[in-house]
Nanobody
Framework: QVQVVESGGGLVQVGGSLRLSCKLS????????AGWYRQTSRNQRELVVY???????NYADSVKGRFTISRDNEGNTVYLQMNNLKPEDTAVYYC??????????????WGQGTQVTVSS
């Protein structure tokens, strides 16, 4: 059973940093896609960054130069380093694992989300 669990959210002041973690069990991020998304009460869930199986990384314009996605060597965890945080970064952050299996369509697995609040 594939499970995705995020952690690392919290309250931080403007200009501060946080590192979110996304731990995957029941599968591996190796050879699979990983992404971070965020959602506020007013907006739809939006892409923050996506790292594809081919190595391409796509950042939302609003976070370019401030956020960085990375993977651990074991392939079990993906991180989102967030620097120079702004009030508009306040949201629930979700991790998505895209698992590719031979002969089948890719499957999306979402975590439960972790709250990030940036205070001014």
């Amino acid at each position: 059973q594939v499970q995705v669990v995020e952690s690392g959210g919290g309250l931080v002041q403007v200009g501060g940093s946080l590192r979110l973690s996304c731990k995957l069990s029941g599968s591996t991020f190796r050879g699979n896609g990983a992404g971070w998304y965020r959602q506020t009460s007013r907006n739809q869930r939006e892409l923050v960054v996506y790292s594809s199986t081919g190595g391409a990384v796509n950042y939302a314009d609003s976070v370019k130069g401030r956020f960085t996605i990375s993977r651990d060597n074991e392939g079990n965890t993906v991180y989102l380093q967030m620097n120079n945080l702004k009030p508009e970064d306040t949201a629930v952050y979700y991790c998505k694992a895209v698992i590719i299996r031979l002969g089948r369509r890719p499957s999306d697995y979402w975590g439960q989300g972790t709250q990030v609040t940036v205070s001014s």
